[in-house]
């Protein structure tokens, strides 16, 4: 590919869209091509399977809601990420097999051999050149979230996002080019350390 992919996973709420909008801008001033996208979502089918596997009014079984993501993300990886990549884009997503791991992984408790399975079938086997996994305290959550709309997995309890946030970080620890940054801290002190990963991971100059 001759572009560069990059993905902004963590739980929600964690600043992963903040942090991803900053970066966009800061790529695109530096005169860089780029795709900013999300998932699920990021194309006309995924964004509609996105209403569906979110809509807190629908009841879906552990397994339909890992194949809903995983059909979304098929779609998404196959009609605008790769393309975009294979045009030089720089490509920065919001979410991708990393939060299948760990939100129907570790806190669905499928079994992770079926995961990988799907995400590898869904995504052709594309990796990210650079995984950045945003984490912060549980507390963050609630103040976060005070005046925001709650979708569906947004409503899941607190025993749930623990398990989910230890499955980031042991996924991240065994994860090629996964960088696990602090989002407890400042916005603009978080921007700063998403830079200096870029640079170390050579998709930024120094």
């Known amino acids: 590919m001759k572009g560069k992919f990059i993905v902004f996973e963590g739980p929600d709420r964690s600043g992963k869209s903040t942090q991803a909008n900053l ?24 964004e509609e399977i996105r209403k569906i596997v979110l809509d807190p009014a629908h009841k879906v079984s552990s397994m339909a809601e890992l194949l809903l993501y995983e059909a979304a993300r098929a779609q998404h990886t196959q009609q605008k990420i790769i393309p975009a990549l294979e045009e030089g884009k720089t490509v920065i997503c919001e979410r991708y097999t990393m939060s299948s791991c760990a939100y129907q992984g570790y806190g669905r408790g499928i079994d992770m051999d079926i995961i990988n399975k799907l995400n590898d079938i869904a995504t052709l086997n594309l990796k990210p050149d650079l995984t950045l996994v945003f984490l912060m305290s549980d507390k963050y959550f609630a103040e976060r979230g005070e005046y925001l709309f709650s979708d569906r997995l947004e409503r899941e309890d607190e025993a749930f996002r623990h398990k989910m946030r230890k499955g980031y970080r042991e996924i991240a620890a065994k994860t090629p080019n996964a960088v696990i940054i602090d989002a407890d801290r400042p916005v603009a002190e978080i921007h700063k350390t998403v830079l200096h990963e870029l640079v170390n991971y050579s998709i930024l100059d120094g």
């Open 23 to 46: 970066l966009s801008g800061y790529l695109e001033q530096k005169g860089l091509d780029v795709l900013l996208t999300r998932e699920p979502g990021g194309d006309s089918v995924a």
